[in-house]
């Protein structure tokens, strides 16, 4: 069920709602149209969502980031697999020049 919050809070348009209600019910609080309660609720609300959207986003980069890492480090790795399986090709090739 957390994953799914999360991920949903994540998206832009959540953001934007979101960014949206909360400035709408400031305005209206300030105006007197709704009471000072109500404008304070959702103003907290808009605040631990806003929480939770820039944690979420910090998660994903950080995720992508070790990702990243993760894909040079087996690309740096291959190429050293591959060095070394090229210089055992040489070897067995001048063995086998040798013994003709």
Known sequence: MSDIIQNSAAQLKVAATVSAATVTTGISTFLEV???IIG???SLTGLCLS???IYNA???DKRETRL???KEKEHIEGQ???SELNDRIEELEKELSKTK
Do not use: N, S
């Open 51 to 53: 929480i939770i959207i």
């Open 68 to 70: 990243l890492e993760l």
């Open 58 to 60: 910090i998660r994903k």
């Open 80 to 82: 050293e697999d591959l």
């Open 34 to 36: 709704v009471t000072p």
């Open 40 to 42: 304070f609720i959702a």
